[in-house]
């Protein structure tokens, strides 16, 4: 179902013409091997980087007993907590649902949000997985289209969902800025070719020749996490492969610029 947000009027705001994103897997507010509760940590480095798009994945929505363990636990949803003062608007979509609690993907934001709709992806007999479908309102521009995504650690349910990516991608307006982020669980690299068909393209398979080493986040081997635009450019595409970056979470982030 589509969650509509109460629409901006943006008339009088100078036209923006490129985005600051970042993508990054959270893995639950915990270091990579879930010794250390690292959210506040996290926050502080998000903020430092002064994104305008911020595409989350496994970031929890609640959970009942970690607070009890954790003295730094904050009891608000981690989306609201990462978003703080610096993101006013944020969209979350709930994926896994278990006895202590929940998480899926969100999207923080500084534009207005027109829309958005969590789309269930999940493969019968595994993981929970969804694609966050956000719409923003930027000024001077159409409707700028995103969508989160966490794909499964299979072949097999990779291959259905990215059917299901692509479905969405072609009920986007073909003339709609977009950009796809998050992590995909591609080792074998065969998302690229895939979605060449809908006319996307890998910000660092175009800059580098391939995606992004990004796991695990101290020794990153696997190309796992992508960032994909339609109908958009990009410039410094980064790989945020330093401290404290290589101790927050299982996953390295990725950030880069889009030009619309």
């Known amino acids: 179902m589509t969650t509509p947000h109460p629409r901006p009027k943006l008339e009088q705001a100078p036209a923006v013409r490129s985005l600051r994103v970042l993508t990054v897997n959270t893995h639950k507010g915990f270091s990579a091997l879930n010794r250390r509760f690292v959210l506040p940590e996290l926050r502080?480095?998000?903020?430092?980087?002064?994104?305008?798009v911020v595409f989350l994945q496994e970031v929890l929505g609640t959970h009942r007993h970690h607070g009890k363990r954790f003295d730094n636990w904050t009891d608000i949803p981690q989306y609201e907590f990462?978003?703080?003062t610096m993101w006013p608007v944020f969209a979350y979509g709930?994926?896994?649902?278990y006895p202590d609690g929940e998480h899926g993907n969100a999207l923080l934001s500084k534009f207005p949000i027109l829309r958005h709709d969590n789309r269930d992806i999940s493969v019968h007999g595994t993981e929970a997985r969804g694609l966050l479908h956000s719409v923003l309102a930027v000024p001077?521009?159409?409707e700028v289209h995103t969508?989160?995504?966490?794909?499964?650690?299979?072949?097999?349910?990779?291959?259905?969902?990215?059917n299901l990516l692509c479905q969405l991608l072609?009920?986007?307006?073909?003339?709609?800025?977009?950009?796809?982020?998050?992590d995909f669980n591609d080792w074998r690299q065969r998302a690229d070719r895939q979605l060449a068909e809908s006319a996307l393209t890998e910000v660092f398979s175009q800059a580098l020749g391939a995606p992004a080493k990004t796991f695990p986040a101290r020794w990153p081997l696997l190309r796992l996490d992508r960032i994909y635009l339609r109908n958009a450019t990009a410039s410094k595409p980064r790989i945020l492969g330093r401290k404290p970056w290589t101790h927050l979470s299982d996953h390295l982030p990725l950030a880069v610029e889009v030009h619309l």
């Not at 502080?44 to 305008?52: C, F, G, K, P, Q």
């Open 147 to 162: 969508v989160c995504v966490h794909l499964g650690l299979s072949e097999r349910q990779r291959r259905q969902q990215m």
């Open 170 to 182: 072609d009920e986007i307006p073909e003339d709609a800025p977009v950009i796809v982020a998050g």
């Open 82 to 84: 990462l978003a703080d």
């Open 140 to 142: 001077g521009q159409t």
């Open 94 to 97: 709930r994926n896994a649902v």
């Open 44 to 52: 502080d480095a998000v903020r430092t980087l002064s994104a305008d």
